[in-house]
């Protein structure tokens, strides 16, 4: 039987609580499916590229991304992207396209409802 392992970073493990309460209180399911999400063990949580963001996401949306936004590729549209983290390169390239980049916690401040947001990963 695989050992159960338990988060301990108490910036996520917050998070976590706090995805589930929007989520209740704001009758926005989003929020629960990325607490789950972000349940999982941190070595399957996605790595997302700028092209594949570039692809899928369009100007009015936001990109949201239950792990980690990675520099390959380049963004050519002005996106807002929440993520868990980002790598230094990625944020670069975000600001240079006119993007921003948001934590998670301030996206569910910022948009309690979750809406026009597209989970990539």
């Not at 790595?47 to 380049?74: F, Q």
Request: no cysteine; hydrophobic share 35%; glycine share 4%.
């Amino acid at each position: 039987m695989a050992k159960q392992m338990k988060k301990t970073n108490p910036i996520l493990i917050s998070l976590i609580q706090d995805l589930k309460k929007k989520a209740y209180e704001n009758e926005a399911p989003i929020w629960k499916d990325i607490a789950i999400r972000l349940e999982k063990s941190s070595r399957n949580w996605p790595e997302v590229n700028l092209d594949r963001i570039n692809k899928y996401i369009r100007e009015n949306e936001t990109a949201l991304i239950p792990g980690k936004v990675l520099s390959p590729g380049n963004l050519t549209k002005k996106v807002s992207i929440a993520a868990w983290s980002f790598s230094e390169k990625s944020i670069e390239k975000i600001k240079k396209s006119g993007g921003k980049t948001l934590s998670i916690q301030d996206l569910v401040k910022n948009n309690p409802k979750g809406k026009d947001i597209r989970i990539l990963g």
